[in-house]
Protein backbone atom coordinates (compact mmCIF):
# COMPACT_ATOMS: atom_id res chain seq x y z
CA UNK A 1 0.00 0.00 0.00
CA UNK A 2 1.56 3.58 -0.71
CA UNK A 3 0.28 4.87 2.82
CA UNK A 4 1.98 2.07 4.31
CA UNK A 5 5.36 2.93 2.65
CA UNK A 6 4.83 6.70 3.24
CA UNK A 7 4.00 6.34 6.96
CA UNK A 8 6.94 3.82 7.52
CA UNK A 9 9.23 6.88 5.75
CA UNK A 10 7.42 9.34 8.07
CA UNK A 11 8.07 7.44 11.51
CA UNK A 12 12.04 6.38 9.94
CA UNK A 13 12.54 10.34 9.31
CA UNK A 14 11.71 11.01 12.74
CA UNK A 15 13.32 8.29 14.37
CA UNK A 16 16.26 10.41 12.80
CA UNK A 17 15.68 13.57 13.15
CA UNK A 18 15.58 12.41 16.75
CA UNK A 19 18.99 11.04 16.81
CA UNK A 20 20.08 14.61 15.40
CA UNK A 21 17.91 16.26 18.12
CA UNK A 22 20.13 14.09 20.97
CA UNK A 23 23.42 15.23 19.13
CA UNK A 24 22.12 18.95 19.06
CA UNK A 25 21.35 18.45 22.94
CA UNK A 26 24.76 17.16 23.92
CA UNK A 27 26.67 19.60 22.14
CA UNK A 28 24.22 22.55 22.98
CA UNK A 29 22.89 22.15 26.03
CA UNK A 30 22.02 25.81 27.05
CA UNK A 31 19.56 26.51 23.72
CA UNK A 32 16.40 26.50 24.05
CA UNK A 33 15.86 26.15 19.90
CA UNK A 34 17.67 23.16 20.68
CA UNK A 35 15.24 22.00 23.59
CA UNK A 36 12.33 22.46 21.83
CA UNK A 37 13.37 20.57 18.72
CA UNK A 38 14.21 17.67 21.40
CA UNK A 39 11.06 18.01 22.78
CA UNK A 40 9.20 17.80 19.63
CA UNK A 41 10.92 14.78 17.64
CA UNK A 42 10.86 12.93 20.73
CA UNK A 43 6.61 13.70 21.66
CA UNK A 44 6.68 12.85 17.45
CA UNK A 45 8.79 9.42 17.57
CA UNK A 46 6.82 8.34 20.62
CA UNK A 47 3.39 9.25 19.10
CA UNK A 48 4.69 7.45 15.92
CA UNK A 49 5.48 4.21 17.70
CA UNK A 50 2.48 4.08 19.59
CA UNK A 51 0.06 4.32 16.65
CA UNK A 52 2.29 1.97 15.06
CA UNK A 53 1.93 -0.60 17.60
CA UNK A 54 -1.41 -0.18 17.50
CA UNK A 55 -2.41 -0.53 13.80
CA UNK A 56 -0.08 -3.48 13.76
CA UNK A 57 -1.71 -5.48 16.94
CA UNK A 58 -4.80 -4.94 14.63
CA UNK A 59 -3.40 -7.99 12.33
CA UNK A 60 -0.83 -9.05 14.11
CA UNK A 61 1.53 -9.27 17.25
CA UNK A 62 3.98 -6.61 16.91
CA UNK A 63 7.44 -8.17 18.25
CA UNK A 64 5.65 -11.42 19.72
CA UNK A 65 3.65 -8.92 21.87
CA UNK A 66 1.25 -11.53 23.39
CA UNK A 67 -1.99 -9.11 25.12
CA UNK A 68 -4.49 -7.62 23.22
CA UNK A 69 -2.74 -8.05 19.95
CA UNK A 70 -3.59 -9.53 16.51
CA UNK A 71 -7.09 -8.70 17.14
CA UNK A 72 -8.87 -9.53 13.79
CA UNK A 73 -7.57 -12.70 13.34
CA UNK A 74 -8.56 -13.67 17.14
CA UNK A 75 -12.27 -12.27 17.04
CA UNK A 76 -13.03 -13.24 13.56
CA UNK A 77 -16.18 -14.42 13.84
CA UNK A 78 -17.48 -10.84 15.69
CA UNK A 79 -15.51 -9.26 12.61
CA UNK A 80 -17.10 -11.14 10.09
CA UNK A 81 -20.81 -10.71 11.88
CA UNK A 82 -19.96 -6.79 12.09
CA UNK A 83 -18.94 -6.52 8.01
CA UNK A 84 -22.44 -8.88 7.61
CA UNK A 85 -24.30 -6.28 9.65
CA UNK A 86 -22.42 -3.39 8.45
CA UNK A 87 -23.72 -4.19 4.47
CA UNK A 88 -27.19 -5.40 5.21
CA UNK A 89 -27.34 -2.20 7.81
CA UNK A 90 -25.01 0.37 6.48
CA UNK A 91 -24.00 0.13 2.79
CA UNK A 92 -26.71 -2.03 1.06
CA UNK A 93 -29.68 -1.53 2.95
CA UNK A 94 -33.20 -2.24 0.90
CA UNK A 95 -33.88 1.11 0.89
CA UNK A 96 -30.87 1.96 -0.79
CA UNK A 97 -30.62 -0.65 -3.36
CA UNK A 98 -34.26 0.19 -4.08
CA UNK A 99 -33.56 3.74 -4.80
CA UNK A 100 -30.86 2.88 -6.96
CA UNK A 101 -33.17 0.45 -9.09
CA UNK A 102 -36.16 3.55 -9.08
CA UNK A 103 -32.95 5.90 -10.58
CA UNK A 104 -32.33 3.63 -13.22
CA UNK A 105 -33.80 3.12 -16.80
CA UNK A 106 -34.09 -0.51 -17.46
CA UNK A 107 -35.65 -0.64 -20.72
CA UNK A 108 -32.82 1.87 -22.66
CA UNK A 109 -30.55 -0.01 -21.23
CA UNK A 110 -32.61 -3.29 -22.94
CA UNK A 111 -32.68 -1.06 -26.22
CA UNK A 112 -28.86 -0.20 -26.36
CA UNK A 113 -27.80 -3.34 -25.66
CA UNK A 114 -30.02 -4.71 -28.62
CA UNK A 115 -29.04 -1.92 -30.58
CA UNK A 116 -25.80 -1.08 -30.45
CA UNK A 117 -24.01 -3.54 -28.24
CA UNK A 118 -24.37 -6.72 -30.90
CA UNK A 119 -27.22 -7.84 -28.34
CA UNK A 120 -29.44 -9.27 -32.06
CA UNK A 121 -26.47 -11.47 -32.57
CA UNK A 122 -26.03 -12.64 -29.05
CA UNK A 123 -29.61 -13.24 -28.43
CA UNK A 124 -30.22 -15.32 -31.91
CA UNK A 125 -27.18 -17.26 -30.83
CA UNK A 126 -28.73 -18.66 -27.73
CA UNK A 127 -32.33 -19.13 -28.97
CA UNK A 128 -30.76 -21.41 -31.72
CA UNK A 129 -28.47 -23.09 -29.26
CA UNK A 130 -31.54 -23.53 -26.81
CA UNK A 131 -33.35 -24.85 -29.77
CA UNK A 132 -30.93 -27.54 -30.59
CA UNK A 133 -30.79 -28.40 -27.20
CA UNK A 134 -34.62 -28.90 -26.38
CA UNK A 135 -34.70 -30.57 -29.66
CA UNK A 136 -31.77 -32.99 -28.52
CA UNK A 137 -33.16 -33.59 -25.32
CA UNK A 138 -36.46 -34.02 -26.18
CA UNK A 139 -38.35 -36.85 -24.78
CA UNK A 140 -41.17 -37.23 -27.52
CA UNK A 141 -43.40 -39.60 -25.73
CA UNK A 142 -43.66 -37.74 -22.98
CA UNK A 143 -44.48 -34.81 -25.12
CA UNK A 144 -46.64 -36.59 -26.98
CA UNK A 145 -48.24 -37.73 -23.41
CA UNK A 146 -48.87 -34.13 -22.57
CA UNK A 147 -50.38 -33.23 -26.16
CA UNK A 148 -52.95 -36.40 -26.13
CA UNK A 149 -53.85 -34.82 -22.53
CA UNK A 150 -54.49 -31.77 -23.93
CA UNK A 151 -55.87 -32.66 -27.05
CA UNK A 152 -58.52 -35.05 -25.80
CA UNK A 153 -59.76 -32.11 -23.32
CA UNK A 154 -59.82 -29.43 -26.29
CA UNK A 155 -61.68 -31.68 -28.44
CA UNK A 156 -64.84 -32.17 -26.46
CA UNK A 157 -65.35 -28.31 -25.73
CA UNK A 158 -64.02 -27.53 -29.91
CA UNK A 159 -66.77 -26.08 -32.11
CA UNK A 160 -65.58 -28.07 -35.65
CA UNK A 161 -68.27 -26.39 -37.60
CA UNK A 162 -66.72 -22.42 -36.65
CA UNK A 163 -63.51 -24.28 -36.63
CA UNK A 164 -63.67 -26.22 -40.24
CA UNK A 165 -65.00 -22.73 -41.29
CA UNK A 166 -61.96 -21.10 -40.25
CA UNK A 167 -59.78 -23.46 -41.90
CA UNK A 168 -61.52 -23.55 -45.36
CA UNK A 169 -60.94 -19.18 -45.49
CA UNK A 170 -57.51 -20.24 -44.88
CA UNK A 171 -57.05 -22.99 -47.59
CA UNK A 172 -58.90 -20.86 -49.68
CA UNK A 173 -56.96 -17.67 -48.78
CA UNK A 174 -52.86 -17.85 -51.19
CA UNK A 175 -53.76 -20.61 -52.81
CA UNK A 176 -53.01 -22.51 -49.40
CA UNK A 177 -55.63 -25.36 -50.63
CA UNK A 178 -53.55 -26.64 -53.52
CA UNK A 179 -50.02 -26.43 -51.85
CA UNK A 180 -51.43 -28.18 -49.58
CA UNK A 181 -52.57 -31.00 -51.86
CA UNK A 182 -49.50 -31.30 -53.47
CA UNK A 183 -47.48 -30.98 -50.63
CA UNK A 184 -49.95 -34.62 -49.66
CA UNK A 185 -49.36 -35.53 -52.93
CA UNK A 186 -45.35 -35.20 -52.73
CA UNK A 187 -45.57 -37.33 -49.40
CA UNK A 188 -47.36 -40.02 -51.05
CA UNK A 189 -45.00 -40.07 -54.02
CA UNK A 190 -42.35 -40.58 -51.33
CA UNK A 191 -44.00 -43.48 -49.71
CA UNK A 192 -44.43 -45.06 -53.19
CA UNK A 193 -41.19 -45.10 -53.84
CA UNK A 194 -40.26 -47.22 -50.80
CA UNK A 195 -40.23 -50.93 -51.76
CA UNK A 196 -42.58 -51.99 -49.32
CA UNK A 197 -45.16 -50.27 -51.28
CA UNK A 198 -44.59 -52.24 -54.42
CA UNK A 199 -44.44 -55.16 -52.39
CA UNK A 200 -48.07 -54.45 -51.38
CA UNK A 201 -49.51 -53.45 -54.20
CA UNK A 202 -48.13 -57.03 -55.40
CA UNK A 203 -49.97 -58.85 -52.99
CA UNK A 204 -53.08 -57.05 -53.04
CA UNK A 205 -53.10 -58.10 -56.61
CA UNK A 206 -52.42 -61.57 -56.26
CA UNK A 207 -55.05 -61.88 -53.40
CA UNK A 208 -57.41 -60.29 -55.84
CA UNK A 209 -56.97 -63.24 -58.34
CA UNK A 210 -57.57 -65.77 -55.77
CA UNK A 211 -61.11 -65.04 -54.24
CA UNK A 212 -63.54 -67.91 -54.01
CA UNK A 213 -66.52 -65.57 -54.37
CA UNK A 214 -65.77 -65.27 -58.40
CA UNK A 215 -67.49 -66.17 -61.02
CA UNK A 216 -66.37 -69.30 -63.19
CA UNK A 217 -65.93 -67.13 -66.45
CA UNK A 218 -63.91 -64.78 -64.31
CA UNK A 219 -61.81 -67.47 -62.58
CA UNK A 220 -61.63 -69.62 -66.17
CA UNK A 221 -59.93 -65.82 -68.13
CA UNK A 222 -57.85 -65.01 -65.14
CA UNK A 223 -56.23 -68.81 -65.71
CA UNK A 224 -56.46 -68.46 -69.01
CA UNK A 225 -53.91 -65.32 -68.82
CA UNK A 226 -51.89 -66.56 -66.48
CA UNK A 227 -50.95 -70.14 -68.48
CA UNK A 228 -50.93 -67.72 -72.02
CA UNK A 229 -48.19 -65.30 -69.57
CA UNK A 230 -50.98 -62.66 -71.10
CA UNK A 231 -51.41 -62.08 -67.76
CA UNK A 232 -48.60 -61.40 -65.48
CA UNK A 233 -48.93 -60.07 -61.62
CA UNK A 234 -45.28 -59.15 -62.20
CA UNK A 235 -46.46 -57.08 -65.03
CA UNK A 236 -49.89 -55.86 -63.42
CA UNK A 237 -48.12 -54.33 -61.05
CA UNK A 238 -45.41 -52.71 -62.39
CA UNK A 239 -48.55 -51.28 -64.55
CA UNK A 240 -50.68 -50.04 -61.90
CA UNK A 241 -47.67 -48.85 -59.66
CA UNK A 242 -46.43 -46.66 -62.84
CA UNK A 243 -50.42 -45.42 -63.89
CA UNK A 244 -51.14 -43.99 -59.90
CA UNK A 245 -47.28 -42.41 -60.38
CA UNK A 246 -48.21 -40.94 -63.50
CA UNK A 247 -51.55 -39.72 -61.44
CA UNK A 248 -50.02 -38.28 -59.09
CA UNK A 249 -47.60 -36.23 -60.99
CA UNK A 250 -50.78 -34.97 -63.13
CA UNK A 251 -52.00 -33.55 -59.81
CA UNK A 252 -49.09 -31.44 -58.86
CA UNK A 253 -50.10 -29.68 -61.66
CA UNK A 254 -51.38 -26.14 -60.72
CA UNK A 255 -53.73 -26.48 -63.89
CA UNK A 256 -54.96 -30.02 -63.14
CA UNK A 257 -58.66 -30.38 -62.69
CA UNK A 258 -58.61 -31.76 -58.90
CA UNK A 259 -57.84 -28.33 -57.81
CA UNK A 260 -60.30 -26.90 -59.44
CA UNK A 261 -62.54 -29.16 -58.05
CA UNK A 262 -61.27 -28.69 -54.55
CA UNK A 263 -61.22 -24.94 -54.73
CA UNK A 264 -64.91 -25.06 -55.86
CA UNK A 265 -66.07 -27.59 -52.81
CA UNK A 266 -64.63 -25.72 -50.34
CA UNK A 267 -66.17 -22.32 -51.57
CA UNK A 268 -69.87 -24.33 -51.47
CA UNK A 269 -69.20 -25.37 -48.10
CA UNK A 270 -67.99 -21.89 -46.73
CA UNK A 271 -71.21 -20.22 -48.44
CA UNK A 272 -73.81 -22.88 -46.34
CA UNK A 273 -75.62 -21.75 -43.27
CA UNK A 274 -74.61 -23.62 -39.88
CA UNK A 275 -78.01 -25.25 -40.19
CA UNK A 276 -77.57 -26.61 -43.63
CA UNK A 277 -74.29 -29.10 -42.71
CA UNK A 278 -75.97 -32.17 -42.78
CA UNK A 279 -73.23 -33.86 -41.90
CA UNK A 280 -73.29 -31.95 -38.46
CA UNK A 281 -74.48 -34.67 -36.32
CA UNK A 282 -71.62 -37.03 -37.47
CA UNK A 283 -68.74 -34.96 -36.93
CA UNK A 284 -69.85 -34.55 -33.26
CA UNK A 285 -70.50 -38.05 -32.85
CA UNK A 286 -66.53 -38.34 -34.26
CA UNK A 287 -65.53 -35.62 -32.25
CA UNK A 288 -66.61 -37.27 -29.42
CA UNK A 289 -65.31 -40.88 -30.35
CA UNK A 290 -61.86 -39.56 -31.34
CA UNK A 291 -61.59 -37.55 -27.83
CA UNK A 292 -62.69 -40.98 -25.91
CA UNK A 293 -62.17 -44.23 -27.62
CA UNK A 294 -59.13 -43.36 -30.26
CA UNK A 295 -55.54 -43.57 -28.87
CA UNK A 296 -53.65 -40.85 -30.05
CA UNK A 297 -50.29 -41.79 -28.66
CA UNK A 298 -48.58 -43.79 -31.17
CA UNK A 299 -50.06 -41.87 -34.20
CA UNK A 300 -49.04 -38.45 -32.57
CA UNK A 301 -45.72 -40.25 -31.94
CA UNK A 302 -45.01 -41.25 -35.42
CA UNK A 303 -46.06 -37.82 -36.72
CA UNK A 304 -43.79 -36.08 -34.93
CA UNK A 305 -40.49 -38.86 -35.42
CA UNK A 306 -41.72 -38.64 -38.91
CA UNK A 307 -41.23 -35.16 -38.88
CA UNK A 308 -38.36 -34.24 -37.16
CA UNK A 309 -35.82 -36.81 -39.28
CA UNK A 310 -37.77 -35.67 -42.60
CA UNK A 311 -37.31 -32.12 -41.85
CA UNK A 312 -34.11 -30.79 -44.11
CA UNK A 313 -31.84 -28.07 -42.95
CA UNK A 314 -33.19 -25.43 -45.68
CA UNK A 315 -36.62 -25.94 -43.90
CA UNK A 316 -35.62 -25.42 -40.19
CA UNK A 317 -33.62 -22.38 -41.72
CA UNK A 318 -36.48 -21.20 -43.31
CA UNK A 319 -38.48 -21.45 -39.59
CA UNK A 320 -35.61 -19.51 -37.54
CA UNK A 321 -35.44 -16.45 -39.89
CA UNK A 322 -39.17 -16.36 -39.93
CA UNK A 323 -39.72 -16.30 -36.28
CA UNK A 324 -36.79 -13.73 -36.31
CA UNK A 325 -38.56 -11.62 -38.96
CA UNK A 326 -41.14 -11.56 -36.50
CA UNK A 327 -39.32 -10.62 -33.41
CA UNK A 328 -38.05 -8.32 -35.70
CA UNK A 329 -40.91 -6.18 -36.27
CA UNK A 330 -42.17 -6.66 -33.25
CA UNK A 331 -38.93 -5.06 -31.79
CA UNK A 332 -39.58 -2.27 -34.09
CA UNK A 333 -43.18 -1.93 -32.53
CA UNK A 334 -41.37 -1.47 -29.03
CA UNK A 335 -39.40 1.25 -29.68
CA UNK A 336 -41.69 3.24 -30.94
CA UNK A 337 -44.25 2.48 -28.50
CA UNK A 338 -43.78 4.04 -25.26
CA UNK A 339 -46.13 3.25 -23.75
CA UNK A 340 -45.48 -0.36 -23.76
CA UNK A 341 -41.94 0.63 -22.78
CA UNK A 342 -43.60 2.14 -19.45
CA UNK A 343 -45.33 -0.64 -18.79
CA UNK A 344 -42.48 -2.45 -18.97
CA UNK A 345 -40.28 -0.45 -17.15
CA UNK A 346 -42.94 -0.15 -13.93
CA UNK A 347 -43.11 -4.20 -14.43
CA UNK A 348 -39.23 -4.62 -14.46
CA UNK A 349 -38.65 -2.36 -11.35
CA UNK A 350 -42.03 -3.33 -9.39
CA UNK A 351 -40.48 -6.87 -9.91
CA UNK A 352 -36.77 -6.00 -8.61
CA UNK A 353 -38.33 -4.64 -5.40
CA UNK A 354 -40.35 -7.31 -4.77
CA UNK A 355 -36.74 -9.70 -5.10
CA UNK A 356 -34.51 -6.77 -3.21
CA UNK A 357 -37.22 -7.48 0.17
CA UNK A 358 -37.56 -10.89 -0.29
CA UNK A 359 -33.86 -11.78 -0.79
CA UNK A 360 -32.14 -9.04 0.50
CA UNK A 361 -30.52 -11.12 3.20
CA UNK A 362 -28.43 -13.31 0.53
CA UNK A 363 -26.31 -10.83 0.07
CA UNK A 364 -25.21 -10.27 3.82
CA UNK A 365 -24.64 -14.29 4.09
CA UNK A 366 -22.72 -14.47 0.66
CA UNK A 367 -20.51 -11.94 2.24
CA UNK A 368 -20.25 -13.93 5.45
CA UNK A 369 -19.95 -17.27 3.93
CA UNK A 370 -17.20 -15.89 1.34
CA UNK A 371 -15.46 -14.21 4.23
CA UNK A 372 -15.77 -17.32 6.58
CA UNK A 373 -13.71 -18.98 4.33
CA UNK A 374 -10.68 -16.22 4.10
CA UNK A 375 -7.43 -17.86 6.02
CA UNK A 376 -6.55 -15.18 9.12
CA UNK A 377 -3.79 -13.86 6.40
CA UNK A 378 -5.97 -13.73 3.86
CA UNK A 379 -8.57 -12.10 5.93
CA UNK A 380 -6.01 -9.23 7.30
CA UNK A 381 -5.35 -8.30 3.77
CA UNK A 382 -9.23 -7.69 2.76
CA UNK A 383 -9.37 -5.35 5.95
CA UNK A 384 -6.07 -3.60 4.70
CA UNK A 385 -7.20 -3.73 1.28
CA UNK A 386 -10.53 -1.82 2.25
CA UNK A 387 -9.16 0.38 5.31
CA UNK A 388 -5.31 0.08 5.51
CA UNK A 389 -5.00 3.79 3.70
CA UNK A 390 -6.52 5.36 6.34
CA UNK A 391 -5.14 3.10 9.28
CA UNK A 392 -1.68 4.04 7.88
CA UNK A 393 -2.62 7.64 8.09
CA UNK A 394 -3.60 7.56 11.58
CA UNK A 395 -0.16 6.48 12.01
CA UNK A 396 1.58 9.51 10.16
CA UNK A 397 -1.06 11.55 12.46
CA UNK A 398 0.74 10.39 15.23
CA UNK A 399 3.71 11.96 14.94
CA UNK A 400 2.47 14.79 13.69
CA UNK A 401 -0.21 15.27 16.36
CA UNK A 402 2.69 14.06 19.04
CA UNK A 403 5.16 16.80 17.72
CA UNK A 404 2.36 19.52 17.77
CA UNK A 405 1.82 18.13 21.40
CA UNK A 406 5.77 18.43 22.30
CA UNK A 407 5.74 21.55 21.12
CA UNK A 408 2.41 23.01 23.04
CA UNK A 409 3.92 21.12 26.13
CA UNK A 410 7.49 22.94 25.32
CA UNK A 411 5.96 25.84 25.63
CA UNK A 412 3.80 25.79 28.43
CA UNK A 413 6.67 24.61 30.71
CA UNK A 414 9.23 26.53 29.40
CA UNK A 415 7.40 29.73 29.47
CA UNK A 416 4.88 29.28 31.62
CA UNK A 417 5.16 26.26 34.46
CA UNK A 418 8.75 26.69 35.30
CA UNK A 419 8.58 30.86 35.57
CA UNK A 420 5.46 31.29 37.24
CA UNK A 421 3.98 28.33 38.46
CA UNK A 422 7.20 26.63 40.26
CA UNK A 423 8.09 29.69 42.38
CA UNK A 424 4.65 29.68 43.78
CA UNK A 425 4.65 26.00 44.57
CA UNK A 426 8.02 26.43 46.42
CA UNK A 427 6.73 29.60 47.87
CA UNK A 428 4.21 27.31 50.12
CA UNK A 429 7.03 25.41 51.57
Not at 65 to 74: E, K, V
Not at 124 to 151: A, H, P, T
Not at 253 to 280: A, C, G, V, Y
Not at 356 to 361: A, G, L, N, S, T
Amino acid sequence: MRNKNRANKVLLLVFLLFLVAIGLKYYYKDKVAVEMFFTIMEAALVGGIADWFAITALFKKPFGFPWHTALIPRHRGRVIKSIRTMIDQDLLTVQSIQRRVDNSCFVSVLIDFVENKQGKELLRGSLEKLWRDILSKLDIREVVGYLDIFIRKEIKTINLVSQVRYVIRWLLENQRAQILTVYIVDELINQLDKVEMKQSIHKYLEDITQIKSRSPLERAFIWLGEQTNSVSISDATDAFYGEVLTILEEIKNPEHRLHTRISEKLTELLEQPEMDFIWLEQIENWKMTLATDVDLGDTTIHMVENFIETTNPQLYSQLVNWIYSQIDRYWEFFKENSEIQDWLEVRIKLVLHQFIEKEHHIIGEIAERVLSEFTDDKLNRFVEDKAGDDLQWIRINGSAVGGIVGLIMFLFLHYFYDPYVIPIIQSWF
